[in-house]
């Protein structure tokens, strides 16, 4: 019932973000959210290059997804990047591909696997903090599109 | 193991939630995140207010500061309403109260009462919806913190 109940929770909260960057158009993507701060396309890209990242973190496959690091991850949002409709397009179906993938393997998990490590802490590191198990990462990666999803909602509309 | 990792899920949220708040001085608190949005004294009062409902809910004692909620949970946000520096320490103090009677409730849970039905819902319901259970409130809630602090790191320093 603790796995049913996270997956149950990751479901809740990607379906609530999908909702969220749904009710956007191709010309709010590409505002600001507030004078300053990032880009509805730069949030999803972002969140999109993370959850990809989680893939062989969790030990479900390759990257499929990359090349997106450069501009979601390790640089900062841009306002004057142009962006093509097409390109929203493009990030709306990764978005859904790359947690549709996560959530298939989640899916398949038993309670030990659930509670492996996670490939980013190594093996002397997992015995003296077991919390990061792959369990504790899901956890905290749904927080993290929470934390992102609270900024979404200051757009105007 | 699964509650290992969500106590320190909690934990560490509730950590940075308060070390968030922290690094504002009381005229900052009352001043609004960004044009429009909700002040810090706001969101520090709705987080206490939602958090000490969680303790009836949890089955985990009465509320301590059911008044919070006229001012922070069933009105929004008023810039205009002026505060002591004595109330935002009031807060803090409430802050660091309630969360520490939730961890020290959640801490004496066996796997059992985890999983049992949170009192916002009703037995036939939780017969259809067993992941509402206090598991998932938990998990809930944490994120829900998260949401705000979103919002809370945009107030410019």
């Known amino acids: 019932m603790f796995i049913e109940t996270i997956l149950h929770h990751w479901e809740q909260t990607i379906k609530r973000a999908t909702a969220a960057f749904d009710q956007y158009d191709d010309e709010e993507y590409l505002k600001q959210i507030l004078p300053g701060k990032n880009r509805v396309i730069y ?3 972002h969140l999109t290059a993370v959850h990809d990242r989680m893939l062989p973190l969790l030990g479900l496959g390759e990257r499929k997804f990359p090349h997106l690091d450069a501009t979601y991850i390790t640089s900062p949002d841009n306002p004057d990047l142009a962006a093509e409709t097409s390109e929203i397009a493009t990030l709306k179906k990764q978005w859904i591909e790359v947690n549709e993938a996560l959530t298939n393997g989640l899916r398949q998990w038993t309670a030990e696997e659930w509670l492996q490590r996670h490939t980013a802490v190594s093996e002397a590191d997992f015995a003296k903090e077991p919390h990061r198990n792959r369990f504790g ?21």
């Open 43 to 45: 949030l999803l890209g």
């Open 137 to 157: 990462l899901v956890i905290n990666r749904a927080a993290h599109v929470s934390y992102h999803l609270g900024q979404l909602v200051w757009l105007k509309k």
